[in-house]
């Protein structure tokens, strides 16, 4: 069964930085694949960044050159490195399997950003 553990969240000023961790266990991690997503109440979950089993990025546009993802899988864990937050990052934050999702996700890390 595949377990997916997101941290690194908290209450940061606009500006400021956050680095978001995932673990996965109980999957072929180093051949998949794998996204961060965000979602906010009332809104469907968005597609932030995706690093490929090459190491080939994407992001979105909206945090393109401000977050950063990553990848050891060594240790089973992806990155994101979010820096100059803004108020419109607030969210909760997961990791999961890219294109296809895991059948499960995890419980997700929040993000505030706020004065």
């Known amino acids: 069964q595949v377990q997916v553990v997101e941290s690194g969240g908290g209450l940061v000023q606009p500006g400021g930085s956050l680095r978001l961790s995932c673990v996965v266990s109980?999957?072929?991690?180093?051949?998949?694949?794998m996204g961060w997503y965000r979602q906010t109440p009332g809104k469907e979950r968005e597609l932030v960044a995706t690093?490929?089993?090459?190491?080939?990025?994407k992001y979105g546009d909206s945090v393109k050159g401000r977050f950063t993802i990553s990848r050891t899988n060594a240790k089973n864990t992806v990155y994101l490195q979010m820096t100059n937050l803004k108020a419109e990052d607030t969210a909760v934050y997961y990791c999961?399997?890219?294109?296809?999702?895991?059948?499960?996700w995890g419980q997700g890390t929040q993000v505030t950003v706020s004065p």
């Open positions: 109980g999957a072929a991690f180093n051949t998949h694949h």
């Open positions: 690093i490929f089993r090459t190491g080939t990025t």
């Open positions: 999961n399997r890219y294109p296809n999702a895991y059948g499960s």
